[in-house]
């Protein structure tokens, strides 16, 4: 019977993935149907931890995630856990190897929201490799299912994807970020007077981490190139519109894509694939 709560802890994580992320949701269904249930399994603990920091604010959240943090060590040491969520994601964690240390540098970067505010470069790149990059290479052991030698090639790819996902994140969310939590990831900038050149010097370095990706995405496994290669799609075109926008109205409004833009991205993608041309 124990594989019947396996089942359904799996199921709260993919439930989780798809009510939060209609995006992330919909490029995991492009992976080969081997990989879904294990990256389903990250990303709902991925969410859960960032709910705790960004929204619970009537509660104590450093004591919730305190808490998250130790029952999550709990669980892969010992293989089970009655939080759903927690024990899907130890299922993948132990199926597959992860490094712990990725896993600490997360919840490392979760506690950081709680208190910091403002980043200098340094604190801005250790955030981003706790947040968003590690989320990426957790991935990436997945996707390679134990070749160590092409983890370890791969992985400064997976790096400059994840920074690339979050870093436009970021300029997505600078309303919320700024104004709701009173956050300032980006070191040096003043929002309170965001110019065209403060954006630009930050996108350029988005382009290049977008860049660098690309030449990973395109030597993944053949399992995971196709959802991988959309999520990016995505991303590119999220930020490209987002260029477009002036810098104080990237203060006042969230750029998003509409539901048929992300149709027409998975079909001229699906095109791309078809005719070899990613």
């Known amino acids: 019977m124990i594989n019947l709560f396996h089942e359904v802890s799996q199921e709260c994580s993919r439930i989780t993935t798809e009510r939060y992320s209609t995006s992330f949701s919909s490029a995991i269904r492009l992976l080969h149907k081997d990989l879904r249930k294990p990256v389903y399994n990250i990303y709902g603990f991925v969410r ?33 856990s009655l939080n759903p969520i927690l024990h899907s994601f130890q ?27 403002k980043y200098d470069r340094a604190g801005y790149e250790e955030y981003i490799y706790g947040s968003a990059e590690v989320v990426g290479l957790m991935c990436l ?7 160590a030698a092409e983890y370890e090639k791969l992985k400064p ?19 919320a970020d700024y ?14 007077n965001f110019t065209w050149r403060d954006k630009e010097e930050i996108e350029a370095d988005i382009q290049r981490d977008f860049e660098h990706a690309y030449q990973g995405i395109l030597i993944l496994p053949v399992k995971a190139r196709f959802g991988v290669y959309v999520a990016y799609k ?7 519109k987002i260029k477009k ?26 095109i791309r694939s078809q005719l070899n041309l990613l």
């Open 245 to 270: 926008v002036e810098p104080q109205r990237i203060l006042q409004n969230r750029v998003r894509i509409p539901d048929y833009g992300k149709m027409l991205i998975l079909a001229k993608a699906g």
């Open 141 to 147: 052991y997945i996707f390679c299912e134990g070749d």
């Open 179 to 192: 104004e709701g939590l009173e956050r300032i990831y980006f070191p040096g900038c003043d929002f309170s």
């Open 157 to 175: 790819y997976a790096r400059s994807l994840g920074a690339a996902f979050q870093k436009v994140n970021f300029l997505r969310d600078l309303k």
């Open 48 to 80: 859960l931890a960032d709910e705790i920091v960004d929204s619970f604010h009537d509660h104590d959240k450093s004591f919730l995630l305190t808490e998250f943090k130790k029952a999550t060590f709990e669980a892969i040491e010992t293989g089970i």
């Open 234 to 240: 995505y991303y590119l075109s999220l930020f490209k």
């Open 91 to 117: 299922l993948t964690v132990n199926e597959y190897g992860v490094d712990h240390s990725l896993i600490e540098a997360f919840l490392f970067s979760m506690e950081l929201d709680l208190s910091k505010r």
